[in-house]
């Protein structure tokens, strides 16, 4: 199968071919050079600095690190077209020439190595690849276009800020929110579904108290370890007796840290989990079950204290507009044909593209491009081994870039287009 191949070519991607080398070299850039949630300056740079030269007007500095671009091409329609920025505190673990060996401060002063373990660095060249080519070809349509390099998606704080700071009286209303992402998949392949896309997720703390003692004389403790163990088995029992069988929820402890010495009994836990879910009912179930699970154990140790329940971040759920999504699917296959593009499944990883449209009162549209060499998916798929490939946030993701590059700049314009006639 040939997955670069098109139907129609619109006459804005023209120019793609010999754009492509640059866009290389910009990816292998961002990759080598990632940065943390709102630490984004070189890489918004690059951003500005290449929306500048293609003729846009440019604000940098939105929620801290954002960059908007604002391309005016006459009357039309105007178009969100948005990219996320940030890495991950990760080390890399690829062997490419171009992979990271950044470290950087951490939020809470620590050492940390730093990696584009989701695919953001693919997501900025996306966007610079698209945004360039829209504004050589202006006589091919018309309207408004406005890219937006967005800071700290992966703390779900980067959207909310933009927004805080102005976003939406400071530019022009979109009649549309488009945005895209880099999954495990055959490279050059898009998938994406009308309503949910992506899972609402609430992160919590959860802090434990107990009675410290020496590791010889538990009587004389109320010991917060056998309290977190406790409520992490307990809380297990959320999704397979509490959730029905035709929903859907993931409850995940991420970390249960206690104690420094095996001697020891500590006089505090804490537990972080994580909950995804795609009904706002089973999320306010599902969050009333942990408050009742830890409260419950807590009690049941004799716990000194009520336990502490602290949420970390949120990520709202994403949901597709269904004329929106049809419109970009209609575009999709005229240009690409039906071979490569796919309807999916709600995807339970989380996002924060939907506030934008949430919260203007506007369509999204949020779909998923792959980034796996189609031979090697095609292979572990026949031995049911695809759960064996790196996902995101994996030290070994690394979207193979072509024909992942072309592919994912190819949709934005393509999107972008079907409310951008000429």
């Given at each position: 199968?040939?997955?670069?191949?098109?139907?129609?070519?619109d006459?804005?991607?023209?120019?793609?071919?010999?754009?492509?080398?640059d866009?290389?070299?910009?990816?292998?850039?961002?990759?080598?050079?990632?940065e943390?949630?709102?630490?984004?300056?070189?890489t918004?740079?690059?951003?500005?600095?290449?929306?500048?030269?293609?003729?846009?007007?440019?604000?940098?500095?939105?929620?801290?690190?954002?960059?908007?671009?604002?391309?005016?091409n006459?009357?039309?329609?105007?178009v969100?077209?948005?990219?996320?920025?940030?890495a991950?505190?990760?080390?890399?673990?690829?062997?490419?020439?171009?992979?990271?060996?950044?470290?950087?401060?951490?939020?809470?002063?620590?050492?940390?190595?730093?990696?584009?373990?989701?695919?953001?660095?693919?997501?900025?060249?996306?966007?610079?690849?698209?945004?360039?080519?829209?504004?050589?070809?202006?006589?091919?349509?018309?309207?408004?276009?406005?890219?937006?390099?967005?800071?700290?998606?992966?703390?779900?704080?980067?959207?909310?800020?933009?927004?805080?700071?102005?976003?939406?009286?400071?530019?022009?209303?979109?009649?549309?929110?488009?945005?895209?992402?880099?999954?495990?998949?055959?490279?050059?392949?898009?998938?994406?579904?009308?309503?949910a896309?992506?899972?609402?997720?609430?992160?919590?703390?959860?802090?434990?108290?107990?009675?410290?003692?020496?590791?010889?004389?538990?009587?004389?403790?109320i010991?917060?370890?056998?309290?977190?163990?406790?409520?992490?088995?307990?809380?297990?029992?959320?999704?397979?007796?509490?959730?029905?069988?035709?929903e859907?929820?993931?409850?995940?402890?991420?970390?249960?840290?206690?104690?420094?010495?095996?001697?020891?009994?500590?006089?505090?836990?804490?537990?972080?989990?994580?909950?995804?879910?795609?009904?706002?009912?089973?999320?306010?179930?599902?969050?009333?079950?942990?408050?009742?699970?830890?409260?419950?154990?807590?009690?049941?140790?004799?716990?000194?204290?009520?336990?502490?329940?602290?949420?970390?971040?949120?990520?709202?759920?994403?949901?597709?507009?269904?004329?929106?999504?049809?419109?970009?699917?209609?575009?999709?296959?005229?240009?690409?044909?039906?071979?490569?593009?796919?309807?999916?499944?709600?995807?339970?990883?989380?996002?924060?593209?939907?506030?934008?449209?949430?919260?203007?009162?506007?369509?999204?549209?949020?779909?998923?491009?792959?980034?796996?060499?189609?031979?090697?998916?095609?292979?572990?798929?026949?031995?049911?081994?695809?759960?064996?490939?790196?996902?995101?946030?994996?030290?070994?993701?690394?979207?193979?870039?072509?024909?992942?590059?072309e592919t994912?700049?190819?949709?934005?314009?393509?999107?972008?287009?079907?409310?951008?006639?000429?």
């Amino acid at each position: 199968m040939n997955t670069t191949a098109t139907t129609a070519p619109d006459p804005v991607l023209r120019n793609l071919g010999a754009l492509l080398p640059d866009l290389e070299a910009l990816y292998k850039d961002v990759h080598a050079h990632p940065e943390l949630s709102m630490q984004e300056t070189r890489t918004a740079g690059l951003a500005a600095e290449r929306l500048r030269a293609a003729g846009y007007d440019v604000t940098t500095g939105v929620g801290k690190t954002g960059v908007v671009g604002v391309l005016r091409n006459g009357d039309g329609p105007t178009v969100m077209l948005r990219a996320d920025m940030d890495a991950l505190p990760v080390a890399e673990a690829t062997s490419v020439p171009y992979a990271s060996k950044v470290q950087a401060t951490g939020p809470e002063g620590e050492t940390v190595p730093v990696m584009h373990a989701c695919g953001h660095d693919m997501h900025v060249t996306w966007l610079a690849g698209a945004t360039a080519l829209m504004a050589q070809a202006r006589d091919a349509w018309h309207g408004t276009l406005m890219a937006v390099f967005q800071p700290a998606e992966e703390t779900a704080a980067g959207a909310q800020a933009m927004i805080d700071d102005g976003l939406f009286k400071r530019f022009p209303k979109p009649d549309v929110v488009l945005g895209q992402h880099v999954m495990v998949g055959p490279a050059g392949m898009l998938g994406g579904r009308t309503g949910a896309i992506t899972s609402a997720a609430d992160s919590l703390q959860i802090r434990l108290f107990g009675r410290g003692a020496h590791g010889s004389m538990p009587q004389a403790s109320i010991d917060p370890v056998v309290m977190a163990a406790s409520v992490v088995l307990r809380l297990q029992t959320i999704v397979s007796r509490e959730v029905a069988a035709a929903e859907a929820a993931v409850v995940t402890v991420g970390a249960l840290q206690a104690g420094t010495k095996e001697n020891v009994i500590p006089d505090e836990a804490i537990i972080k989990l994580n909950v995804r879910t795609f009904d706002e009912g089973v999320r306010q179930r599902v969050l009333a079950a942990i408050t009742r699970i830890v409260n419950a154990e807590a009690e049941a140790s004799g716990a000194p204290r009520k336990p502490e329940i602290t949420p970390l971040d949120r990520y709202p759920l994403a949901v597709n507009d269904a004329a929106a999504s049809q419109r970009v699917v209609e575009a999709f296959r005229r240009h690409f044909t039906d071979e490569r593009v796919r309807t999916t499944g709600p995807a339970s990883a989380s996002e924060d593209f939907g506030s934008f449209g949430s919260e203007w009162g506007v369509p999204s549209v949020f779909w998923f491009v792959g980034g796996t060499d189609a031979e090697v998916y095609a292979k572990a798929r026949a031995e049911n081994r695809i759960n064996e490939l790196p996902t995101n946030h994996n030290p070994s993701f690394l979207p193979v870039i072509h024909p992942t590059l072309e592919t994912g700049v190819e949709a934005l314009v393509v999107a972008a287009r079907a409310w951008l006639a000429a």
